[in-house]
């Protein structure tokens, strides 16, 4: 069984429509209560399937997926659909504990994860802060970045080698984007979370080589992305 559930309007909605896919209501209604709070408008399904249909039809500005979801799709194939259909971004639910989880869905284009239990308060502010992320670049007006044969273009979000569109997901791209705007300076992987992430995100290191490996994997050697080993890493 699934559903569907809009939650009372809030007066002050206007920042987007939220996908919430959790199948513990408990958690389900204490987010939506604090993401409408926030002035977001908030759907709500039970199941990776129902969440599908929603994200379809009601393009959302964010989804939050729980990845241990019963039914014939779990989470994990969800964040995939998504994915494949464009960059909205995803913030995902795990159990405390679920590391390979965890990993599997930032392979698969999450922008950020949180573990159970947690805080809704942290969920909304980690809401907002990939939002600004999203929202800043979507916005800027610079000239696409070139390198080679890699164009990197921020106002319309795109990447493209050799005029070829190659699609990633928004972390990626801000993490790309970040790279490509300072060529030359090596970061640390703490460093490169302050910047991406978020400063004060609260993560394991080894979230940024996920993301430097999904890059070299789609990018391959257009990519002139270097480790420097014990540091973090360098890009041109």
């Given at each position: 069984m699934s559903s569907e559930h809009p939650g009372p309007r809030n007066p002050?909605?206007?920042?987007?429509?939220?996908?919430?896919?959790?199948d513990d209501?408990?958690?389900?209604?204490?987010v939506d209560l604090y993401l409408r709070n926030a002035g977001y408008r908030v759907l709500q399904a039970n199941d990776a399937q129902r969440g599908l249909e929603i994200f379809e039809r009601e393009q959302p500005v964010l989804v939050v997926m729980d990845i241990g979801l019963p039914g014939p799709i779990d989470g994990l194939e969800a964040c995939r659909s998504i994915?494949?259909?464009?960059?909205?971004?995803?913030?995902?639910?795990?159990a405390r504990g679920d590391e390979v989880d965890r990993i599997?869905?930032?392979?698969?284009?999450?922008d950020d994860y949180i573990t159970k239990p947690f805080s809704p308060r942290e969920l909304v502010a980690r809401v907002r802060a990939v939002l600004r992320r999203t929202d800043a670049i979507r916005d800027a007006g610079d000239e696409p970045k070139i390198i080679g044969s890699l164009s990197v273009d921020s106002q319309r979000r795109e990447v493209r080698i050799n005029d070829?569109?190659?699609p990633l997901t928004a972390?990626?791209?801000?993490?790309?984007?970040?790279?490509?705007?300072?060529?030359?300076?090596?970061?640390?992987?703490?460093?490169?979370?302050?910047?991406?992430?978020?400063?004060g995100w609260?993560?394991?290191?080894?979230?940024?080589?996920?993301?430097?490996?999904?890059?070299?994997?789609?990018l391959g050697d257009e990519l002139p992305l270097t480790t420097i080993w014990g540091v973090g890493y360098r890009c041109g």
């Open positions: 002050g909605e206007g920042h987007g429509t939220i996908v919430i896919v959790e209501h408990n958690i389900a209604d204490l994915r494949s259909a464009g960059d909205t971004p995803v913030i995902i639910i795990t599997i869905g930032l392979e698969l284009g999450a070829e569109i190659v972390r990626e791209f801000d993490l790309l984007e970040h790279f490509v705007n300072h060529t030359g300076i090596v970061y640390s992987r703490r460093q490169l979370l302050d910047s991406v992430w978020g400063d609260i993560g394991d290191e080894r979230t940024v080589d996920v993301h430097v490996r999904q890059l070299r994997r789609k």
